[in-house]
């Protein structure tokens, strides 16, 4: 098994900067891609942001050159820097394991950020 645990949300006004993190603990080696997901009330969850274990990354359309998703295998950490927001991207944030390409495995928690305009 896998635990992942978000921090950093928080709220933040238009134009501003925000990072979350994410920490995995348990079978680590296990796991290959892991990705960063949002759900806003009333919306479906989306695919935000990707990365792989050798560091190839996938961004969503509406984040791109915007966020930075980032990796440290030596700390078990996963990061989403997020610049430039907007209140469009007011959601709750999920850290997301997966061991391969049939679907995302773990999820934490997640953790809030508000983009007030």
């Known amino acids: 098994q896998v635990q992942l645990v978000e921090s950093g949300g928080g709220l933040v006004q238009a134009g501003g900067s925000l990072r979350v993190s994410c920490v995995a603990s348990?079978?680590?080696?296990?796991?290959?891609?892991m990705g960063w997901f949002r759900q806003a009330p009333g919306k479906e969850r989306e695919l935000v942001a990707q990365?792989?274990?050798?560091?190839?990354?996938y961004y969503a359309d509406s984040v791109k050159g915007r966020f930075t998703i980032t990796r440290d295998n030596t700390k078990n950490m996963l990061y989403l820097q997020m610049n430039s927001l907007k209140p469009e991207d007011t959601a709750m944030y999920y850290c997301?394991?997966?061991?391969?390409?049939?679907?995302?495995?773990?999820w934490g928690q997640g953790t809030q950020v508000t983009v007030s305009s």
């Open positions: 997301a394991a997966r061991k391969s390409e049939s679907g995302y495995d773990y």
């Open positions: 990365i792989s274990r050798l560091g190839r990354t």
């Open positions: 348990g079978i680590i080696f296990s796991i290959n891609d």
